[in-house]
């Protein structure tokens, strides 16, 4: 049995506990957005000798995809030992994990649909690259470093699925840039203003087949 990646849009943790019918008493857990890599090593190590030891324990990681390209890498080979189910990521945001995560995983959905507000981050990315320049300020002013993750995953599943029905080349390059943007939210030290400010610009001028400007 492979370990599981779980897509999870809920609110309350105890939904996940249920689902996965674990004791939180024998649950060892991370905070994907807490890690450094030195911290995240020492914990997969240490989870994956408990984890063979036969020990009712089980591993389990919160939010996933904000752990960093470098942490996820760590944990390609602890997934391939892995045989038994005992260990889960959770995420509300697959895209953002690895491919060579992915493989290795068998990936279940406790709530496949994307909520009226997460909806609501793809409208208004198309109405900023639809008004232009005030509309790219306005949102670029208004948002904080989460939600500009969230926004970014919404964009990036949203052009996934047009790139399924029609790819071109305009499409592509701002599914790039979505990922690019969701990278940078999960950097620290940044210009979150910015950041955005640079995407949803991009994103107008490529709707709008204007010079980049640079």
Request: proline residues 2%; charged residues 30%; hydrophobic residues 40%.
């Amino acid at each position: 049995m492979l370990p599981s990646v779980i897509v999870w849009r809920g609110k309350d943790r105890r939904e996940v506990y249920e689902h996965l019918d674990v004791d939180e008493s024998h649950l060892l857990a991370f905070e994907g957005g807490m890690a450094t890599v030195d911290e995240f090593r020492h914990w997969v190590n240490s989870t994956m000798e408990i984890l063979k030891s036969g020990q009712k324990y089980s591993g389990l990681i919160w939010d996933a995809h904000l752990l960093s390209w470098d942490c996820q890498a760590v944990l390609l080979k602890p997934l391939e030992e892995i045989e038994i189910g005992k260990f889960t990521l959770i995420t509300d945001a697959e895209n953002l994990l690895t491919e060579t995560i992915l493989s290795r995983c068998e990936i279940r959905r406790l709530d496949d649909t994307i909520n009226g507000d997460n909806e609501d981050y793809w409208v208004r990315t198309l109405r900023c690259w639809k008004e232009g320049p005030s509309a790219c300020i306005a949102l670029s002013d208004e948002l904080k470093q989460d939600e500009v993750l969230e926004l970014s995953v919404v964009v990036i599943r949203k052009l996934r699925e047009l790139l399924r029905g029609r790819a071109n080349s305009k499409r592509v390059e701002m599914l790039r840039c979505a990922m690019v943007l969701a990278e940078e939210m999960r950097a620290k030290n940044l210009n979150i203003k910015l950041c955005l400010g640079e995407f949803l610009f991009n994103g107008w001028r490529m709707a709008k087949n204007l010079p980049d400007g640079r």
